[in-house]
């Protein structure tokens, strides 16, 4: 049994084998092309089968609570100003109390979503967009703004530490899809297409229980090797409750495999830096690890990504 010690290391890819995977993934996923990327998959009929997981309405947020303290993982912490009741306490007319908020998007704390023009790659976005349609100004293709409508369909939670028995992964192990497909059987669950599909690594307990530590420089994650699995299934959107990639990258010369081939290759939509410690006690509860869920990103039309609660309904 892998323990704390022990971390999954599957083999290092070298650029060339990294090509390969890359061309074999968008060629498995060509259907998730145009503005909604892998969502495609999410057709009005799942969203509508979905609703059928919803069996005692509890409801369970899937984000973690906005960071505005600084720490070693996040150094520019979200800024949140209060205008409020002070000085004019001898005032008895109205008044408001009023917020100035300002947050990085994409940084290593804060739960939020990646929209697909939040990855450029060899000068390209997903489908062959080209990068110069982000601009300072915003962008104009792939952007937040295709997702107004939100996402709403079945969600599924993966718990990989729960599967290996130890309360997280360490920071540099990787999940494999050999750990989704275990995972998926000891839970009695099945991941299906057009699903939203959620991979607990433990990010979120170890972060709470053994201090902050500077995640850009490790942290568990997917194996590039895993998107197989999701590409089998035709996922609709992959979270995790950490950045969905490992630290360090197990690609030489590509630090964030898993974002280039999730969103730049296959289309899909990632949720990052979730948190899962409120769901699974409910899941094991229940017996059941599928679920309806929403996610409702702000309408921000372009922008490359925008803080998320995702919302799941058991």
């Given at each position: 049994m892998t323990t704390r010690d022990s971390p999954v290391r599957?083999?290092?890819?070298?650029?060339?084998?990294?090509?390969t995977l890359y061309r074999r993934l968008a060629a498995a996923t060509s259907w998730a092309a145009g503005e909604r990327g892998a969502l495609a998959a999410l057709t009005p009929q799942r969203v509508?089968?979905?609703?059928?997981?919803?069996?005692s309405g509890r409801t369970v947020s899937l984000a973690?609570?906005?960071e505005i303290s600084p720490g070693p993982d996040s150094p520019e912490p979200a800024q949140h100003t209060m205008r409020a009741w002070?000085?004019?306490?001898?005032?008895p007319g109205l008044h408001f109390a009023r917020d100035s908020f300002a947050m990085n998007v994409h940084g290593d704390t804060d739960s939020h979503l990646d929209a697909l023009c939040h990855v450029i790659y060899r000068g390209t976005l997903h489908g062959g967009v080209d990068a110069s349609s982000v601009t300072a100004d915003g962008a104009t293709a792939l952007t937040v703004g295709a997702l107004?409508?939100?996402?709403?369909?079945r969600g599924v939670l993966l718990d990989v530490p729960r599967r290996r028995g130890v309360p997280w992964l360490e920071p540099g192990d990787?999940?494999?899809a050999d750990d989704l497909d275990a995972a998926e059987k000891s839970q009695g669950t099945r991941v299906g297409e057009g699903d939203l599909l959620f991979v607990r690594v433990g990010h979120r307990k170890r972060r709470a229980e053994a201090g902050a530590w500077p995640?850009?420089?490790?942290?568990?994650?997917l194996h590039p090797s895993a998107l197989h699995f999701l590409a089998d299934r035709r996922v609709a959107v992959l979270g995790s409750d950490g950045n969905n990639d490992t630290a360090p990258s197990s690609v030489d010369g590509v630090d964030f495999p898993v974002h280039v081939l999730a969103m730049h290759a296959m289309g899909l939509n990632l949720l990052d830096y979730l948190q899962f410690e409120h769901l699974v006690p409910v899941c094991a509860a229940l017996g059941?690890?599928?679920f309806f869920c929403v996610v409702a990103p702000l309408r921000l039309p372009a922008a490359t990504g925008s803080p998320v609660n995702p919302i799941a309904i058991v």
């Open positions: 599957p083999p290092r890819l070298t650029a060339p084998e990294f090509d509508a089968a979905a609703a059928q997981e919803i069996r973690a609570p906005v002070s000085d004019r306490s001898d005032d107004a409508d939100g996402i709403v369909g990787h999940v494999t995640t850009a420089e490790a942290r568990a994650g059941r690890w599928s």
